[in-house]
C-alpha cells in the first residue's frame, strides 16, 4: 500500500509489470507550493524539504526542474523543454538543486530551486514545476515510483495584469431531453496571469423566460495559454414545453469580472 501524507501534491503509481501485489513507501515535502510575487532583477530562493518516515524503506531520489502545464480538466502536465513553450515560463531562469540524492528512512533532505528573475521579464506571472521523484522500487514482479510536483507560481510586481479569456467550443449534446440539457464548454485563457473562471449557463425561450441555469465555478486556476473544460447539466424545474430555446454561456472572474460568452440553441 502506498501513504499518502497531507502535504504531497501528487503521488503517481506506475505499474512496471504485470502483476498483483503490495508496496510500501512514503514520500512527503514541505514547501510543496510557491505562489509569490517577484520583482525584475531580485535573486529568488526556495528550500524545498523531503523527508520519509522510519518505517520506510531507503529511496533514491531524482529531482527536475519542468515547464508547468495544464491537461483540460486541470491535472497538471510535467512539460520538458521542447514541450516548454509559453511564453510564461520560469522554468529557463530557474534551477534546483541537487539533482539526486539518497533518502535514508527517517530522514530529510533540503531542495533548492534559484535564479534570477530577468530585468526585462514584462509584466504578468511565470510558471514552472519541481518534480521529486523515486527510481522504480518493490520487491517481486511489481515497481512503483513516487512522486511529488512542486508547482511554481510567481507574479511580476507592478504588472500591468490582463485577465482575458475566449471560449473555443461551446456544444449540447444530442438528443436534446426537455428534462435535461448537458453542455460542454472549452475555455482557454488568453491573458497574462492564472485566474479560476467560473461559468454562468442560461437557458431562455423565445420570449426572453428563464427555464433553467447554472453556476459552475473552477476549483483550480487556470494558467495562460491552456484550456478549461467544462461539462454540466441543465436542470430545468418543470420538463421545457416543445419549442426553441437559447443557452447563453458567460465565463466570468469570481469577482464577476467578465471575460468571453457564446450562445447555442436547441428545439425541444
Do not use: C
Request: aromatic share 6%; proline share 7%; net charge neutral.
Amino acid at each position: 500500500m502506498v501513504k499518502s501524507k497531507p502535504l504531497i501534491a501528487l503521488i503517481t503509481l506506475v505499474l512496471l509489470l504485470l502483476a498483483v501485489g503490495i508496496a510500501s513507501a512514503g514520500l512527503g515535502t514541505s514547501g510543496s507550493k510557491l505562489e509569490k510575487e517577484v520583482s525584475p532583477g531580485e535573486h529568488l530562493t526556495h528550500v524545498m524539504q523531503v523527508k520519509s518516515d522510519a518505517s520506510d524503506p531507503p529511496m533514491d531520489i531524482q529531482v527536475e526542474l519542468l515547464g508547468y502545464g495544464q491537461a483540460p480538466n486541470g491535472a497538471n502536465r510535467e512539460l520538458n523543454a521542447s514541450n516548454d513553450t509559453s511564453p510564461y515560463s520560469a522554468r529557463p531562469f530557474l534551477k534546483v538543486s541537487p539533482a539526486s540524492f539518497h533518502l535514508k528512512p527517517g530522514d530529510t533532505q533540503d531542495v533548492t530551486l534559484e535564479g534570477d528573475i530577468p530585468k526585462d521579464i514584462g509584466s504578468g506571472s511565470r510558471y514552472a514545476l519541481v518534480k521529486i521523484h523515486t527510481g522504480a522500487m518493490g520487491k517481486g514482479m511489481v515497481g512503483f515510483i513516487l512522486a511529488i510536483d512542486v508547482p511554481i507560481l510567481l507574479t511580476v510586481t507592478g504588472s500591468e495584469v490582463q485577465n482575458k479569456g475566449e471560449i473555443e467550443n461551446f456544444s449540447l449534446e444530442q438528443p436534446v431531453s426537455a428534462a435535461k440539457q448537458t453542455l460542454s464548454l472549452l475555455f482557454k485563457n488568453t491573458g497574462n496571469i492564472h485566474y479560476y473562471p467560473t461559468v454562468k449557463a442560461v437557458v431562455k425561450d423565445k420570449d426572453g423566460n428563464i427555464a433553467a441555469n447554472v453556476t459552475v465555478p473552477s476549483p483550480i486556476s487556470l494558467l495562460p495559454t491552456f484550456t478549461r473544460l467544462f461539462k454540466f447539466d441543465l436542470n430545468p424545474e418543470t420538463p421545457l414545453k416543445p419549442g426553441k430555446y437559447n443557452v447563453n454561456a458567460t465565463v466570468s472572474l469570481n469577482d464577476g469580472t467578465f471575460l468571453a460568452s457564446k450562445e447555442v440553441s436547441f428545439v425541444v
